[in-house]
């Protein structure tokens, strides 16, 4: 659910297409691209920019107006299960295929790309500077956000993970197929 344009808009990431709707009668309010197999992500919305990536294997990442008017899109290397992450003028990726990426939100430009190892099904999050990507093995990379590759930490569970974390007031929390962990302040 985003705001804009003065009313309420359900987004919807469908194989058809992009659409936003009213969620009071679900009539279709606007609608961006075209079809594609499998959507799984959800759209990330900031300053009035929906930022997602749409479909099955390195699929395309693009930003869009409400109202449906794409600012840019990139045809491949976006993830297929995970939603990009929005910080800082940033987009933080990482795919199924083990590479993570960071892009320039306002023009669509990787700025740069690098294979991490494993698969990631869990979305990145980001918290005080720092982005976090957990790999299905457990690995937690933390990075320094900015425009420059720089992994502050690589951590290791050591259980498959496929959740993305969540944060809350300076802890985060990890979920494995077997465990729940809690990390940071007591």
Known sequence: ??????????????????EGLDPANGKVLWHAGGEVKVPVPTPVYHNGVLYLNRGYTSSPYLA????????WEVNTGGPYVSS???????????NERGIASVVDAANGET?????????????????NGY????????????????REKHVVAKNSLGERTLASPAISRGQIFL?????LYCIGKK
């Open 175 to 179: 979920r494995t197929d077997d465990s």
């Open 64 to 71: 869009v107006r409400p109202g449906g008017k794409i600012e």
């Open 131 to 146: 982005i976090y990507l957990v790999n299905e093995e457990g690995d937690t990379f933390v990075l320094k956000a900015g």
């Open 111 to 127: 700025l740069w790309r690098e294979r991490l190892g494993s698969l990631f099904s869990a979305s990145p999050v980001a918290a």
């Open 84 to 94: 990009l992450t929005y910080y800082d003028g940033l987009l933080y990726l990482a």
């Open 1 to 18: 659910m985003i705001q804009a344009g003065g009313q309420d808009q359900l987004i919807v990431n469908s194989t058809n297409r992009l």
